[in-house]
């Protein structure tokens, strides 16, 4: 379970953040954020990031950031979030809107209203929520797979707690692979 872009637009206190091109992919994974201060991004992300464009230190014009879009598509980033506002940039120009609707990359739009702090506290305060989820629910896997758990009561309420369906079909494959080292 890793939280989404979808996640992230569904947080209460970041309603003013619009969704506004790549739409069909707010399901991409968001491994963690970004702040590109920068005029390039390539070299500062590894993918899954949210990416934050705020035009402070950078001016951001509309072929810099086509640039910065096309980058975060090569790199795989979850979004691309530019912030908009009177001081920098006062709007995301409808070419960019539709380049990222041709790549398919969620493109965002964050009023310079809505403070850095608590984007980022936000998002960030969430990551660790999933990933804490996400690791509880690996347990409770490992458990039921070596039978090491207290027991049948205390593993269903877990499971429960965690939206893990015990009672649906399952499917586990083992692979045993022998001679590993002839595949590399």
């Keep these: 379970m890793n939280m989404t872009v979808q996640d992230i637009l569904n947080l209460p206190s970041l ?5 506004c091109g790549g739409t069909e992919n707010v399901h991409r994974p968001v491994r963690w954020f970004y702040v590109a ?14 990416v ?5 230190n950078h001016t951001r014009d509309e072929n810099n950031l086509l640039g910065l879009l096309e980058q ?3 790199r795989n980033v979850a979004a691309l979030v ?13 070419k960019i809107i539709s380049r990222a609707d041709a790549l398919g990359l969620p493109l965002i739009e964050q009023p ?10 936000a998002i960030g305060t969430q990551l660790v929520q999933f990933s804490q989820v996400k690791k509880s629910s690996e347990d409770v896997i490992s458990q ?3 039978g090491d758990f207290p027991s049948v009561e205390t593993i269903q309420l877990r499971a429960k707690q965690l939206k893990i369906n015990l009672l649906g ?4 494959t083992v692979l045993r692979l022998h001679n590993i080292h002839a595949l590399f």
């Design 15 to 19: 309603y003013p953040l619009k969704l």
């Design 82 to 94: 530019i912030m908009t506002g009177q001081q920098y940039i006062h709007e995301i120009p409808p």
């Design 52 to 56: 934050f464009v705020t035009g402070i």
């Design 72 to 74: 975060a598509y090569q």
């Design 169 to 172: 079909r399952h499917v586990i």
């Design 112 to 121: 310079y209203s809505l403070k850095m702090v608590e984007v980022t506290h």
């Design 37 to 50: 201060e920068n005029e390039g991004i390539a070299e500062w992300i590894e993918g899954g990031e949210i």
């Design 144 to 146: 039921l797979l070596t």
